[in-house]
Nanobody
């Protein structure tokens, strides 16, 4: 059983910073692409940033220059450093990963449960 668990969300003032973590656990053979999504009330879930196994990255335009995605392959963990936060960054942030379990020949998409980020004064 593979599981993704996010942490690090919370309430922060505009201009502040937060660091989200996503830890993958279970019967993992290999993790390919990992990504952060977010969903604000009334909006569709949107891709914020992704990072490949070789650490290539890309970002949604509104977060470029403010957010940094990274991963620790040895720890099966992904991070999202969020700086210069704005009220419009308020959302539930979800971790997503393509994971190949031990004994499997394919990658399956997994989601975390989400962590709330609220940017407000």
């Amino acid at each position: 059983q593979v599981q993704l668990v996010e942490s690090g969300g919370g309430l922060v003032q505009p201009g502040g910073s937060l660091r989200l973590s996503c830890a993958a656990s279970g019967n993992i053979f290999r993790i390919d692409r990992m990504a952060w999504y977010r969903q604000a009330p009334g909006n569709q879930r949107e891709l914020v940033a992704y990072i490949t196994a070789s650490r290539a990255t890309d970002y949604e335009d509104s977060v470029k220059g403010r957010f940094t995605i990274s991963r620790d392959n040895a720890q099966n963990t992904m991070y999202l450093q969020m700086n210069s936060l704005k009220p419009e960054d308020t959302a539930v942030y979800y971790c997503n990963a393509m994971i190949r379990a031990v004994g499997d020949s394919y990658y399956a998409r997994h989601w975390g449960q989400g962590t709330q980020v609220t940017v407000s004064s």
